[in-house]
């Protein structure tokens, strides 16, 4: 009895050991399972704090002044250089995988890494400048909701929209011009006297204000045109530029381009509130013409705009019809009572066109005293008289309180550039401002980088699995792929 009672309990024994070994391997299993989903977490959490990590590393001025987040790919230097930012990638995860370890108690989740690979990265001017694009209208949605720009966007449709003379107000005068010339050296030849009654002629007052530099004709006296000057030989649109691998799909549209336009009229200036610590003190006339000094900026920006007050004011002239008779009585007696109804004609549309160009005078100078002038004007708006045109040179402007100032004619022209030139244009500012900074003075905005794709390795340790006997499973590895870009 008692060699059998023996040999009960020891089966029962036997089969408990089983039963715990079991279940010991069932938990320790279940114990490495969980381990393992932990460490795939961890390395995934390691790889967006590197890549955290290294974009916390950017440009203080551009941030500063622009407030517009790039990372500097050159570091400092004067060559785009992936490698270094690979290394620092490496050094930030085994800094923060060796803080980990560093902690009291028992450390499951402990990691290696194996491998660093920025695989594409982008850079501020990829795409055309869409990329920067993207980044200046992601920071002004806060503040320009869709309805304010649509009514900007409207601003713009309504010069844009307007119906231009068949002919440039000039050829009409260059047209007029020639005839009477042609009308002179007939009666010299027939040696005919001219009779009736004698006025100056409008056009050659004109003529005569054209041969001026323009400049010092519109601009205000207390204004002093700003000097600056840079060499635009190396600007972005002329270099042969860095590219990034990195082919992000940019959507941008309407929208997109005039939040971008407001955000870059907010750090650059213009003539009538320039940006005396720039490189230029008129950045928004270099978006818009792109030349190597402020005055050659403005110069070509006031020509955009006397141009295009000059055909709305032709236009409104033909929709006067008191203007245009006194305009008739001017080229009957200019040209002569005598001579063919078509002469007159032209004479009249010649008369008009100088008319309306010095009207346009008087528009530029009020613009840049501050002042408004609207799309199309009418009788009561009308500042000058056929009769004495040169008057505009000395006359004083009055303050119109309807219509468009400066500023909003500058949207107009500059909606009329491309993506490209806008992006590319605000970037040459930034960069000229950003190299007169010390330490800096080698900083390219083809250089910084505004996202990356990262690929990351690392290995660890089985750790339960080995506990009852050798592990056969070995290492863990775990590759990670990244993705970070500037305000997304």
Not at 88 to 100: E, G, V
Not at 128 to 157: C, D, W
Not at 270 to 287: I, R, T
Not at 413 to 429: C, E, H, N, P
């Amino acid at each position: 009895m008692i060699i059998f009672k023996d040999k009960r309990e020891g089966s029962i024994t036997v089969w408990l050991c089983l039963v715990l070994t079991v279940m010991a391997a069932l938990i320790l299993g279940l114990l490495e399972a969980a381990r393992y989903e932990g460490l795939k977490s961890d390395a995934k959490e390691w790889s967006n704090l590197t890549a955290e990590s290294l974009f916390a590393g950017y440009q203080p001025f551009l941030l500063e002044e622009y407030h517009m987040f790039f990372l500097d790919g050159s570091f400092g230097r004067k060559k785009l250089d992936i490698k270094t930012a690979e290394d620092k990638l490496t050094l930030f995860l085994n800094d923060n995988l060796i803080l980990s370890g560093t902690s009291k108690g028992i450390q499951m989740y402990h990691m290696d890494s194996k491998n660093v690979e920025i695989t594409e990265y982008c850079l501020a001017t990829d795409a055309n400048g869409k990329i920067f694009e993207k980044q200046a209208a992601n920071s002004m949605k806060q503040e320009i909701g869709v309805r304010a720009a649509e009514k900007l966007m409207n601003q713009i449709k309504s010069v844009t929209s307007k119906n231009e003379p068949e002919k440039s107000p000039d050829i009409y005068m260059e047209d007029a011009k020639s005839t009477l010339d042609t009308l002179t050296e007939q009666k010299d030849q027939e040696d005919v006297t001219p009779t009736g009654p004698v006025m100056e002629n409008p056009i050659d007052t004109v003529r005569e204000i054209k041969k001026r530099g323009i400049l010092g004709i519109v601009v205000p006296s207390w204004i002093t045109i700003s000097e600056k000057e840079v060499s635009v030989d190396n600007c972005l649109m002329k270099r042969d530029i860095s590219k990034g691998t990195y082919h992000q799909r940019v959507n941008c549209g309407w929208y997109e381009k005039i939040l971008m336009q407001e955000f870059v009229k907010t750090y650059v200036g213009n003539v009538v509130n320039p940006k005396e610590d720039g490189a230029f003190s008129y950045g928004m006339e270099y978006l818009i013409c792109g030349k190597g000094s402020d005055k050659k900026n403005l110069e070509k920006t006031v020509n955009k705009l006397l141009l295009l007050r000059e055909g709305m004011n032709y236009l409104y002239l033909q929709t006067d019809e008191e203007k245009k008779t006194e305009a008739l009585a001017a080229a009957t007696i200019i040209a002569g009572v005598s001579v063919n109804p078509a002469v007159i004609a032209v004479v009249k549309q010649g008369l008009l066109a100088a008319w309306a160009y010095a009207e346009s005078i008087y528009d530029v100078k009020s613009l840049l005293s501050g002042g408004k002038i609207p799309i199309m004007k009418n009788s009561v708006g009308w500042k000058t008289q056929l009769s004495n045109l040169g008057a505009v040179l000395s006359g004083e402007t009055a303050q119109e309180s309807n219509g468009l100032k400066y500023e909003d004619y500058l949207n107009v022209f500059l909606y009329g550039k491309t993506v490209k030139q806008i992006a590319y244009r605000s970037m040459d500012l930034m960069e000229w401002d950003m190299q007169n900074i010390k330490g800096f003075s080698d900083c390219r905005m083809d250089h910084m980088i505004t996202g990356i794709k990262l690929k990351t390795e690392f290995s660890a340790e089985t750790l339960f699995l080995g506990m009852f006997h050798n592990d056969t499973i070995g290492k863990y590895q775990f590759k990670e792929q990244t993705e970070y870009m500037y305000g997304e």
